[in-house]
């Protein structure tokens, strides 16, 4: 989108795809990935002399043996899922010809029969990813079967937009947690404090925070958006709905950062994982540049919203605001309470992040700020001592 490309996505569904993973391909797949001797014999009696039978009017059938499908309801049954299969999604950059992308569904195609799984066809659409305001529109086919062109759609948890705005997103978590406080302020409402913390802190601050590096907010209006939760669940907590106490008071009483601040101590350390190789995500080629400050890169310049602040630009701009002797720590706990003290400045003050390149004076302990779109320079100081960052 950057480039001002269109990208066309397909989003695939499969049909009941717990109950039709067969248990040989299954087996042979965990093999391919490394996975034998006791191991594999272990997982293989785990699925192997399962019986069901079926009850019509208290009559029963005649016992059958199961050869395909997981254990639902197993913590072991979701982890052989994903090693077989998951729902997925195939894209290509669309500049003139849509072939390519219609090539890989007709494969696709060709694979589902092989490992005997079957797309649940109308679950599966395209959506086109673009900035523009008239973009490309082509027709792709699965199994035959035209599939529809959406402008929005759910994705693992995650709903997509062809602008990538996630604004219909942050509006349906911010609703579907409003839905479960409601429901714990009618369940537990006379209960201690404590216990409403933690029904806030387990069932509704997770819909809150789920996927948060895809779809981290910049703008005011979704950032309120989503902290209007927050401060409904600390007035519930504290049981003070008074109209004179404000909000921010009480969750300063119950010690809870902003939602927008845990973001930021949450993609600083993510940040940190990928750089370490603790989670496994390859970053665009080109874009971890490393400065001459130590363990600090240098922000890509970007042309459009959703590219500046995407997770890796806007990580990059978080990680080199924090000091070096901070990202020179290599233990994750110890690096994560150091940055958990840090003073990080507002949201607004990060949402003013565009494009910029920062160099660090060891002597003074500041940053010069160079914005590469006004030329502009600004000293930030931070100073554990001081505890300052301005």
């Not at 400065?291 to 978080?318: E, L, Q």
Request: aromatic letters at 8%; charged letters at 15%.
């Amino acid at each position: 989108m950057d480039n001002k490309s269109q990208i066309d996505a397909i989003l695939l569904d499969f049909a009941k795809a717990f109950d039709k993973v067969p248990h040989k391909r299954l087996l042979s797949k965990l093999a391919f990935y490394g996975i034998t001797g006791n191991t594999k014999n272990w997982i293989k009696s785990f699925l192997s002399h399962r019986k069901q039978r079926v009850s019509v009017n208290g009559a029963l059938s005649d016992n059958t043996c199961v050869t395909s499908g997981v254990p639902q309801g197993s913590v072991l049954g979701p982890v052989l899922f994903l090693l077989y299969i998951n729902d997925s999604i195939i894209y290509r950059i669309i500049k003139t010809d849509n072939n390519i992308l219609q090539s890989d569904l007709i494969q696709l195609q060709t694979w589902s029969n092989k490992w005997q799984m079957e797309f649940n066809i109308p679950k599966c659409v395209h959506l086109p990813i673009t900035n523009k305001t008239k973009p490309r529109l082509h027709s792709y086919s699965l199994c035959g079967v035209p599939l529809s062109t959406v402008s929005s759609h759910p994705y693992l948890g995650i709903k997509l937009d062809t602008k990538l705005t996630w604004a219909n997103h942050i509006t349906d978590i911010a609703s579907k947690s409003s839905k479960v406080l409601g429901m714990i302020k009618r369940t537990i409402g006379p209960c201690k404090p404590y216990v409403k913390e933690t029904a806030y802190n387990m069932l509704v601050r997770p819909k809150l925070e789920y996927a948060y590096p895809i779809w981290n907010p910049h703008t005011t209006t979704q950032i309120k958006h989503i902290e209007k939760v927050q401060h409904c669940a600390a007035r519930f907590v504290r049981n003070n709905h008074r109209r004179q106490t404000a909000t921010t008071d009480l969750i300063a009483t119950l010690g809870w950062p902003t939602l927008e601040r845990r973001r930021i101590i949450k993609q600083a350390m993510t940040f940190y994982k990928n750089l370490n190789n603790i989670i496994n995500i390859t970053p665009p080629p080109g874009l971890l540049k490393p400065s001459k400050n130590r363990g600090h890169y240098i922000a890509t310049m970007c042309r459009i919203n959703t590219a500046v602040f995407s997770f890796y630009p806007r990580a990059i701009r978080i990680w080199n605001m924090i000091p070096p002797h901070i990202t020179a720590i290599e233990n994750p706990i110890a690096l994560q309470a150091a940055i958990m003290n840090l003073p990080f400045p507002t949201p607004n003050h990060l949402n003013c992040l565009y494009n910029k390149q920062t160099s660090y004076n060891k002597q003074t302990n500041i940053y010069t700020t160079k914005c590469m779109r006004t030329r502009s320079t600004t000293n930030s100081c931070v100073s554990p001592s001081l505890g300052c960052l301005e």
